[in-house]
């Protein structure tokens, strides 16, 4: 219930392109996009109808940027997962090509 002897003035459109976002905001967009599948640029209407004017550019800016710093810790475990499944075996061939014909 809003309190009838408080004001507020009207909401300016709030730009966070040039500011730093905090951990919550970031955690907002990856798990949005990676977890909930929702593409930036829905997440960028989203932020609108909530009066945040929030490009597209600057989202993906910030994905990048922390996929990048986090890309060694995120991939190490699956390196050493999939390095249990390397095989020392050699393929055989599949035949000379160029015979004309099919087998």
Known sequence: MRNPHSSTGARSNQSLTW?????????????????????????????GRAGVALP??????????????????????????YRQFEVDTEVPALGILGR???R
């Open 19 to 47: 500011g730093i976002p905090t951990a919550g905001l970031l955690a907002q967009v990856l798990v949005a996009k990676y977890s909930d599948h929702l593409p930036l640029y829905r997440q960028e209407r989203i932020f």
């Open 56 to 81: 597209r550019s600057t989202l993906a800016q910030w994905v990048g940027t922390v996929t990048a710093a986090r890309r060694i810790e995120i991939v190490r475990p699956f390196a050493s997962y």
């Open 100 to 102: 004309g014909h099919t």
